[in-house]
Structure formats: C-alpha cells, structure tokens
C-alpha cells in the first residue's frame, strides 16, 4: 500500500506564505509523477501543479505564485505558495500518478483570510 502523506497548511491572511510537504516511498519517488490538486467547497477537483523528473506544470492562476519541487533524496515533494488569495482557500491534496496508479494524499486545508 503506497502511502503519502502531508504536511503544512493551515490559516494565513491575504498576501502570505505557507509551504507543503507530502512524504511518500521510494517506489512512489522513482517512477511517478507527482502534483498538487485542490478542491474548493462546491468546487471539483482542479490541478495546480505537477512535475516529473525534469519538467514542471502550473495551472494558470498558480503561475508565478506557487512552486513544486521535489526531492528525491528524501521521497518528499513540496509546494511553495506565496502571495495567497482568498481564493486559493481550499482542501490540497497530495497526487502521485502511474502509468496504471494514482494515489492521493489525506488532504489538508488552506484558508486565506482578507
């Protein structure tokens, strides 16, 4: 069973900084893209970045904002969010997708207050 877990989040008013982690297994690390998705109340699902071994993806209105990296060392990838709006308010999930698997983290709330 792969597992991934997350870390960070939390309450943070417009125009700050939180940071996420999310620690999953080698198997996991080595051969899966990873990413970051959020889901707003009444919101579907909506991806704001991944990346691979060498590219990164943003969603346009992440863009210049918020950083994915990952490292590998520690079978860890992280989110930077800087410049928070109220609406980034949202559950961020954690995403680690296969060829054949995907597996979610337990989700963790961001609220940005105005």
């Known amino acids: 069973q792969v597992q991934l877990v997350e870390s960070g989040g939390g309450l943070v008013q417009l125009g700050g900084s939180l940071r996420f982690s999310c620690a999953g297994s080698?198997?996991?690390?080595?051969?899966?893209?990873m990413g970051w998705y959020r889901q707003a109340p009444g919101k579907q699902r909506e991806l704001v970045a991944t990346?691979?071994?060498?590219?990164?993806n943003y969603a346009d209105f992440v863009k210049g904002r918020f950083t994915i990296s990952r490292d590998n060392t520690k079978n860890t990838v992280y989110l930077q969010m800087n410049s928070l709006k109220p609406e980034d308010t949202a559950v961020y999930y954690c995403?680690?997708?296969?060829?054949?698997?995907?597996?979610w983290g337990q989700g963790t709330q961001v609220t940005v207050t105005s």
């Open positions: 995403n680690a997708a296969g060829s054949i698997y995907t597996y």
């Open positions: 990346i691979t071994s060498g590219t990164t």
């Open positions: 080698e198997r996991v690390f080595s051969s899966y893209a």
